[in-house]
């Protein structure tokens, strides 16, 4: 069987994501995709990996979970999504280090599935801009001690994904930008549903629209069904020259408000994120999903 995790990354509207994936549980079904309720296994798998940690898993642990996510329905291909699959948002990032504890938790789960062929899926941020969203719940102690231990300029997500493949290789992730999503929603959601590009999907268009004026979607609809046969790069051309025209300038907007952080600063973060990509689509094993 296929295991998809899709692990967020915290920030990377990974909820809305879950959602528009269990809005297509009945799409799924005929491909032999289920798309369970994280209500099914997001516990479950907490304390199966914390068993495995203290030693008191059984061999008959996968059997069980299985038992218990897909309660007898069959299925070729899972989708199980939770932000927290490599750690809270609280344990996000340690010095200058993203999900410190990915490693040990991703060979939890290998142990757990090992019959099966597990797939990653993980979106990645800017750090100048998930930074204020991962500590945003964080006391002002809290918070002042994460940025004090913070070289800015060291934050590397190929540095998580590198550690990922080195610790098990066999693994393949996907990935992509936060800041690419509105265009390339529709195939991120394909891709982990092993759905081809020309399937239909219920909220293939749900991020685009949070971010575009009710007007802009009202003509970009009417658009796409004048030309029903466009490719998928040319429908991305038009989701870029909408959102350019229509985007509400308040949803595009990013108050960065982290001490020191000066506009350098945030400038040469963000210079480093994009270099950091090219790094990122280098990775054997990685695939990043892009416009």
């Not at 990974?14 to 289920?34: A, C, I, M």
């Not at 003509?219 to 030309?227: K, N, V």
Request: glycine share 6%.
């Amino acid at each position: 069987m296929q295991v998809i995790f899709h692990c967020g990354a915290h920030g990377t509207e990974e909820d809305r994501l879950l959602k528009t994936l269990l809005r297509n549980t009945e799409r799924f079904r005929p491909h032999g995709t289920v798309a369970p309720g994280p209500g099914k296994y997001r516990y479950l798998l907490k304390d199966c990996m914390a068993a495995l940690q203290e030693g008191n898993a059984t061999p008959e642990s996968r059997d069980i979970l299985w038992d218990a996510i897909l309660e007898e329905e069959q299925a070729d291909r899972v989708l199980l999504s939770n932000a927290n699959f490599f750690g809270s948002q609280r344990q996000a990032i340690d010095g200058s280090q993203f999900y410190p504890e990915a490693e040990t938790r991703l060979l939890a789960l290998q142990q757990l599935f090992g019959q099966d062929q597990i797939e990653l899926f993980i979106g990645l941020r800017n750090p100048a801009t998930i930074l204020p969203v991962l500590l945003e719940n964080a006391n002002p102690q809290r918070k002042a001690q994460v940025l004090d231990k913070l070289d800015p300029y060291s934050l590397r997500w190929s540095d998580l994904l590198i550690r990922l493949r080195e610790a098990v290789p066999q693994v393949a992730i996907s990935t992509w930008c936060f800041e690419d999503m509105p265009l390339i929603w529709g195939q991120i959601l394909r891709d982990m549903s092993g759905l081809d590009l020309n399937e239909r999907l219920n909220g293939g268009m749900d991020m685009i629209s949070a971010i575009m004026s009710r007007e802009g979607m009202r003509r970009l609809r009417q658009y796409l069904a004048q030309h029903p046969d466009m490719s998928e790069i040319h429908r991305r051309r038009v989701f870029a020259a909408f959102l350019d025209k229509y985007a509400k300038e308040d949803e595009l907007e990013e108050e960065i408000d982290l001490p020191g952080w000066s506009e350098d600063v945030v400038d040469t973060v963000t210079e480093l994120y994009e270099e950091d990509m090219d790094r990122v689509q280098r990775i054997p094993g990685v695939t990043l999903i892009a416009p």
